[in-house]
């Protein structure tokens, strides 16, 4: 075994049989990947040859679409882990730099549309704020409604939903950390697939044609990773899905879409001994809540409504005339029964409340129930 210079670690040399540090091409001593880290032994990297920027002392050069997908590269990287769960840090990063890429593709897409689009006051647009980026630009939302509404773009309700959520928990996660219902790894999972559909997308129809034929190959690397970590991660989801498919298939008129991870997964079962308000789970990412909070996150997540209606607009949700449940009663839901055939569900009864409507399987006094 060569023996190591002054800057290497001593522990490779003490012990050569020490399954935990290896001797790389270039004859350092590095950390075995997924070995447990020791002090003074460097930590291995391995290199994608056909990403330059990847290469040991690269320029640092990021153009607005080649960032994107650098940020991209760097989210599937993070939840490609073989483990059924990735770890925390890996959830993480895989939630600031999906969302720091999806800024940067959809403002590069407004920018080419005009650059003072990009500012948060376009009307007060300067470009040399641009070329220095001390510019104060829009919020995601922002970007969002000027690309449907100028740039003509379509992106869809869902996708849009998609994006907003995406946005707040990384602006949860710059200021605050991430906790609770956020920090889910199985949901973030699930919405990353969804979000990396939609930028796959973007970039096809509305980024790459922009470019020259030597730029757009020399972006197929990038796009050939981000597709094939899209693929991984959706595996992880399908073969997570099919585990509970004996389950949720025994009670398909009470499963819904969940209004967390967007899978068809979220069961809603009766308790009998429950007096107070019912609670539900989806089964894959593991998201719990109350049935008044579940029909307010399933009306306004999936089906867009507006929790404060005005101008006698239809509600989010009604108090049931099956159970009398408060606010627990969504017209609109799809079941895994049928999932083309909105129905009025109620997910405190729980279930399709038809008419005409039957008396409560049990007297439930609602004004001692609490509100949670």
């Known amino acids: 075994m060569t023996e190591p210079t002054a800057e290497l670690p001593s522990l490779a040399a003490d012990h050569p049989d020490n399954p935990s540090v290896m001797i790389d091409v270039h004859g350092a001593h590095v950390a075995v990947p997924g070995s447990l880290r020791q002090p003074g032994v460097v930590q291995q990297r391995v290199y994608d040859p056909g ?52 800024e940067v593709l959809l403002k590069a897409r407004l920018q080419q549309e005009h650059w003072a689009l990009v500012f948060k006051d376009p009307a ?39 994006l907003k959520k995406l946005a707040e928990h990384r602006n949860a996660l710059q200021h605050y950390g991430l906790i609770g219902e956020a ?78 991870c967007r899978q068809w997964a979220h069961l809603v079962l009766p308790d009998p001994n429950e007096k107070a308000l019912l609670l539900s789970s989806c089964l894959l990412c593991g998201a719990t809540m109350p049935s008044d909070s579940a029909a307010l996150c399933y009306a306004v997540e999936l089906l867009g409504s507006d929790p404060f209606p005005v101008d006698g607009s239809a509600p989010a949700y009604e108090t049931c005339p099956a159970c009398g449940g408060p606010d627990t009663l969504v017209r609109g839901v799809r079941t895994l029964a049928d999932p083309e055939r909105p129905v009025a569900f109620c997910f405190q009864c729980p279930g399709e409340v038809r008419e005409p409507y039957e008396p409560p399987a049990a007297d439930v006094d609602w004004g001692n129930v609490p509100k949670l």
């Open 51 to 102: 990403r330059t920027v990847e290469h040991p002392g690269s320029e640092v050069h990021f153009p607005p679409i080649n960032n994107g997908l650098d940020y991209l590269i760097s989210v599937v990287e993070h939840l490609e882990a073989d483990e059924e769960r990735v770890s925390a840090r890996d959830l993480k990063y895989a939630v600031l730099h999906l969302a720091a890429g999806a």
């Open 183 to 260: 920090a889910n790894a199985r949901a973030v999972e699930s919405k990353t697939a969804e979000v990396l559909d939609f930028l796959i997308r973007f970039l096809d129809e509305q980024l790459l044609p922009t470019l020259g034929q030597e730029a757009r190959e020399a972006l197929e690397v990038d796009m050939e990773r981000i597709r094939g970590g899209l693929l991984q991660i959706r595996s992880f989801v399908k073969k997570r899905l099919q585990r509970l498919q004996g389950t949720l298939s025994a009670h398909r008129e009470l499963t819904v879409e969940c209004s967390e």
């Open 124 to 162: 007060r647009a300067s470009h040399d704020e641009l070329v220095k980026g001390t510019l104060l630009s829009c919020s995601p939302e922002e970007t969002v409604n000027r690309l449907q509404k100028i740039a003509r773009v379509q992106i869809s309700a869902g996708e849009a939903a998609a």
